[in-house]
């Protein structure tokens, strides 16, 4: 009884969570909010009308989409990888060295990342060697946001898979269940939450990713090099429009993105 | 709301798997996903394509759609100074006759960039011609314009006290404007700023007026100074006469015998000098665009002719001296004039 009644007091935290919570929403929706209000609803048309901004939106839309599939391929299997060695505590590799590995990106300045790339893939490194052009192709941008984004898929999937019960596993493997079926019927439908998580912060960091990608391919325009773009030449009364492109695109992507999530997947046999 | 039409486009077929929720469509999930991405894939080559001959800023002054001819014809690559953005990407494109491919940065970004081997563009034009020397040698190249510091103002009553008083200066000195400039380590427009307040100095007969003008908690990166500079963030900023046509500001014009315009005073403005950090001087002198084609064929040879003709740049606020396009270094014979 008494358990009852204390669960309905509002306890403090009860309270202070949304208020705190509160303050941190503000900070990002008011700037969002004035970049919005600030704009005739006829410059965000008139930009919308550009044949620059729409295959620049178009350029995102597919680069971000790639770089975000491209995460998830191989993230997930690197996330588990990691997740399951640090679980067996058997390798110091598995343990320290490559989760240090996978936040290289995050801790470099995208465009110092976008100028590493560039000497490694660009006509002085592999590309030259290849022969083949990267730079200032579509695939240097995949490339770029790829580099920048995958590290969410990577270090949230890893988390998740580590919240997955191993006992749970070893259950399914007693039971006659194979090491893929395993992990296609146990871990990763348990695991799939903080993947999506992980997938959605990808998407999103991909699609505004600009550092890099300025370094990496100036051409084609993804929306944020257009943005910075068209700042440089015209003002920023001429690049806030094109801006509001690309929250209204990323935000319906994401939303399409976390109903396609709705439902775990279930991989093929 | 055509934004949200184009996000249905590729990812259409995996829209549908979720509409039901049986386990069939479930499954569809990854199969819907891989859908998604092969026609992501497909879109991106074509994107790839029709990137290449997309309208550089946004102007809208050319369709993307437009400039792909030419059978298939590489777009000549310009690697530009920030300044020249506007008047490339809008003026030069619509003077050639061909697919031109233009990317602006800082000129010290620019100049490091190709002779660091990371861009490898047909025609590199900077915004100051002794760049050339320090970052990036090469055999030759054209002086093409000249350019001139101004001081532009805001709208606010601050900015309009800059715009109305006898001397420009006065109000910044007074503390009733504030002053912005950009990071004299960081590009030409920085240390051209300097030489600008110190020929000031010297100018109004005022000593010591370019450290009452210079205040350390003002210096920009060039896109931060003008993003304040717009938003009323500062009642004032040097920049160059170009980048205040092209973007629309109220501007103060300098005496030819400060703002660093005139070829004929080169001698006059090289009495100020600013130490970079790396420990190179540099000296005063006029503003002056240089440019350097890269390769010998057929297109970028007419489309730098066209780049240093200069006919398009008037438009833009420069100022194209009788005397121009001046060649030097060993100019390659088919770049001659």
Not at chain 2, 84 to 112: C, I, K, M, W, Y
Not at chain 2, 179 to 187: A, E, I, K, Q, Y
Not at chain 2, 302 to 325: A, I, K, Q, R, S
Request: aromatic letters at 8%; a negative charge.
């Amino acid at each position: 009884m008494s358990r009852v009644s204390t669960a309905r007091e509002r306890s403090p935290w009860g309270a202070a969570a949304p208020l705190l919570g509160a303050v941190l929403l503000v900070l990002y929706a008011v700037p969002v909010a004035w970049l919005l209000l600030a704009q005739p609803p006829g410059a965000v048309l008139a930009a919308l009308d550009a044949p620059f901004v729409v295959g620049a939106a178009r350029n995102t839309l597919v680069s971000a989409s790639v770089s975000t599939a491209l995460a998830g391929l191989f993230g997930v299997p690197l996330a588990y990888w990691l997740a399951r060695a640090r679980f067996r505590g058997r390798t110091l590799v598995g343990r320290t060295l490559v989760p240090a590995v996978v936040a290289f990106p995050l801790v470099l300045p995208p465009v110092v990342s976008g100028m590493v790339l560039v000497g490694a893939v660009g006509s002085n490194g592999l590309g030259g060697l290849l022969g083949v052009r990267i730079t200032g192709t579509i695939a240097g941008v995949v490339l770029a946001q790829t580099f920048v984004a995958s590290p969410f898929v990577v270090l949230t999937a890893r988390s998740a898979f580590e919240r997955v019960d191993a006992h749970t596993e070893e259950a399914a493997r007693t039971l006659g269940a194979t090491e893929w079926g395993t992990f296609r019927r146990v871990t990763l439908p348990l695991a799939w939450r903080g993947i999506l998580a992980g997938v959605t912060l990808a998407f999103a960091r991909a699609a505004g990713e600009f550092g890099a990608t300025l370094m990496l391919a100036y051409y084609p325009r993804t929306l944020p090099v257009q943005i910075w773009a068209t700042f440089s030449g015209r003002g920023l009364d001429a690049a806030f429009p094109v801006a509001v492109v690309l929250l209204a695109l990323a935000s319906g992507a994401l939303v399409c993105i976390n109903l396609l999530g709705e439902s775990s997947p279930v991989l093929p046999e | 709301m055509s934004a949200q039409r184009s996000v249905g486009g590729p990812r259409r077929r995996g829209a549908d798997g979720v509409g039901s929720t049986d386990g069939t469509s479930r499954r569809g999930f990854l199969t819907a996903l891989g859908g998604a991405g092969a026609t992501a894939v497909a879109a991106g080559v074509s994107g790839c394509v029709g990137g290449e001959g997309s309208t550089a800023d946004g102007s809208g002054s050319g369709d993307s759609g437009g400039d792909e001819g030419d059978g298939g014809e590489r777009p000549v690559s310009v690697l530009a100074a920030g300044s020249l953005q506007l008047a490339f990407s809008e003026g030069l494109r619509a003077a050639v006759d061909r697919p031109v491919q233009v990317e602006a940065h800082g000129s010290v970004t620019v100049a490091r960039l190709v002779a660091e081997g990371k861009r490898d563009p047909d025609i590199v034009a900077l915004a100051d011609t002794a760049l050339f020397d320090r970052i990036l040698p090469t055999e030759w190249h054209a002086e093409f314009a000249t350019n001139a510091l101004v001081v532009a103002h805001t709208d606010s009553d601050a900015g309009r006290r800059v715009a109305e008083a006898d001397r420009w200066f006065d109000p910044v000195v007074g503390g009733e404007a504030s002053l912005g400039r950009t990071d004299p380590d960081l590009d030409p427009l920085g240390y051209r700023t300097l030489f600008a307040l110190d020929l000031a100095s010297e100018y109004y007969d005022r000593p010591g007026l370019r450290d009452a003008l210079v205040d350390p908690g003002q210096i920009y990166p060039e896109t931060s100074l003008l993003s304040r500079f717009e938003t009323g963030d500062l009642d004032a900023a040097v920049v160059y006469r170009s980048m205040a046509e092209d973007r629309g500001y109220d501007y103060v014009d300098l005496p030819a015998e400060i703002d660093l315009s005139d070829p004929a005073r080169a001698e006059a403005y090289g009495a100020v000098s600013y130490d970079l950090p790396s420990g190179e001087t540099v000296r005063g002198a006029p503003i002056a665009y240089g440019a350097a084609a890269r390769r010998d064929g057929d297109p970028v040879v007419e489309t730098f002719e066209t780049v240093v003709g200069g006919e398009y740049l008037g438009d833009h606020g420069f100022v194209v001296p009788e005397e121009f396009p001046e060649y030097s270094g060993d100019v390659p014979r088919v770049h001659r004039p």
